[in-house]
């Protein structure tokens, strides 16, 4: 049983450390875990007399994974998008021809309610299957105001629909939206939307606990993630970032400036960005699943990273068009052979800090007393073996709350 205890966040050499205890045991109450040790301590407590057993066999458990960047939300793939890029078209020159964000944001547009709901409900089904109990999800392809509200709330109704928490992030500084496009003061003219319209009536509803803007080159600029991120907070909305995918833009200096939760990608930051990061609490959630999927070359600096003393995460990225993958078990395989991390590192940077990039550490992401028994069981005799076998789903049983969500059959 791989436990995580410790407090908060883990840096460093920290991340290596996975609170082992062999023939490891929980006491559950009420979905909460009341005891955790040995088999033979649990067993010796009054309460576990009359409980419930279930046996996991010899398997491995861990906490269940913590995605803290996805997309949840959206009406299709981009399967055609994969051939061009395949053919040696860059995600940019797809962008300029109305495919990437747009195209998403078109078919969005035009799906119901109903269809996008039931697209998701498969989505998180599969989520669990690999393991995953807990995810983020941003809006982002509607860019309207009747859209973005609309991912908003079926990330609320998802929610209460099905047992994997889902917590909500606005992203409705995606892109600049195509019909703001070609005007002088297009970019201007949407950022005013969102700043007077959109954020406030998304903390109003209670919609989102985070906003996010996407501050890349074709996308939005330093400044402009600056305004719209301190309007978020002035609502009560906590910063994130998608920073330094594509080039740098100086997000991640900003990030750390405005005490963002995270700050996500970092394909290009440089030795003063890591510095700043690994002084601060800002989470830095690498996503090596969607550099894989574009065929780069370049990847997060994990190591460096890990070294300087950020405070690490791993997410899937899932979405359309960059990565479209809900497999976490994948994400740390690659995170292992592209990122060179230990499987330690990277089951740690999947759990507990996932959980803390989205402020939840205090009842997700280990497996102590008085935390939520949210666990994932996996098929295999050795932890490491999770992500040696990649793209191959070892994952036995996933457990939110100690009720099983997903079983597979071997």
């Known amino acids: 049983m791989l436990t995580l205890r410790g407090r908060g966040a883990r840096r460093g050499n920290a991340l290596s450390n996975l609170g082992i205890i062999k023939d490891g045991a929980l006491l559950v109450r009420d979905g909460a875990i009341a005891a955790v040790g040995t088999r033979a301590q649990v067993e010796g407590l009054p309460e576990a007399r009359e409980a419930e057993k279930f046996d996991l066999g010899g398997r491995v458990v861990l906490p269940g994974f913590v995605d803290s960047h996805t997309h949840l939300i959206h009406a299709a793939s981009r399967a055609e998008e994969y051939e061009l890029k395949i053919a040696g078209a860059s995600y940019e020159e797809i962008a300029r021809k109305g495919g990437g964000i747009l195209n998403s944001v078109k078919r969005l547009r035009a799906a119901t309610s109903d269809a996008l709901k039931q697209r998701a409900h498969h989505a998180l089904k599969q989520f669990a299957a690999y393991g995953t109990t807990t995810i983020e999800a941003k809006s982002g392809y509607g860019l309207d105001v009747a859209s973005e509200l609309k991912i908003l709330g079926l990330h609320r109704e998802l929610s209460a629909e099905q047992p994997l928490e889902v917590v909500s992030t606005f992203l409705g500084a995606h892109a600049v939206p195509a019909e703001y496009r070609g005007k002088a003061d297009g970019a201007a003219q949407y950022i005013s939307l969102l700043l007077d319209k959109l954020i406030p009536e998304v903390a109003s509803k209670k919609l989102a606990e985070f906003c996010d803007v996407f501050c890349d080159r074709g996308a939005f600029t330093r400044e402009q993630a600056k305004r719209i991120l301190e309007q978020g907070k002035r609502h009560g909305l906590w910063p994130r970032l998608h920073a330094e995918q594509l080039t740098r833009t100086g997000a991640t200096?900003?990030?750390?400036?405005?005490?963002?939760?995270?700050?996500?990608?970092?394909?290009?930051?440089?030795?003063?960005?890591?510095?700043?990061?690994?002084?601060?609490?800002?989470?830095?959630?690498?996503?090596?699943?969607?550099?894989?999927?574009?065929?780069?070359?370049?990847?997060?600096?994990?190591?460096?990273?890990?070294?300087?003393?950020?405070?690490?995460?791993?997410?899937?990225?899932?979405?359309?068009?960059?990565?479209?993958?809900?497999?976490?078990?994948?994400?740390?395989?690659?995170?292992?052979?592209?990122?060179?991390?230990?499987?330690?590192?990277?089951?740690?940077?999947?759990?507990?800090?996932?959980?803390?990039?989205?402020?939840?550490?205090?009842?997700?992401?280990?497996?102590?007393?008085?935390?939520?028994?949210?666990?994932?069981?996996?098929?295999?005799?050795?932890?490491?073996?999770?992500?040696?076998?990649?793209?191959?789903?070892?994952?036995w049983t996933t457990m939110k709350r100690c009720k099983i969500i997903q079983k597979q059959h071997f």
């Open 253 to 395: 200096q900003l990030a750390v400036q405005l005490g963002a939760a995270s700050c996500d990608h970092l394909e290009h930051v440089n030795r003063a960005d890591i510095r700043a990061l690994a002084k601060s609490n800002t989470v830095a959630t690498l996503l090596p699943g969607c550099d894989f999927h574009l065929g780069l070359k370049r990847y997060a600096p994990a190591r460096q990273l890990i070294e300087a003393g950020a405070i690490v995460a791993l997410a899937t990225d899932y979405n359309p068009g960059t990565s479209p993958t809900v497999s976490m078990p994948m994400i740390l395989s690659l995170a292992c052979s592209q990122l060179r991390m230990t499987p330690a590192e990277a089951i740690t940077a999947a759990t507990i800090n996932g959980a803390y990039a989205l402020r939840r550490e205090k009842r997700i992401g280990s497996l102590e007393v008085g935390k939520q028994a949210d666990l994932a069981v996996f098929e295999v005799a050795d932890y490491r073996e999770i992500p040696y076998y990649f793209g191959v789903n070892t994952c």
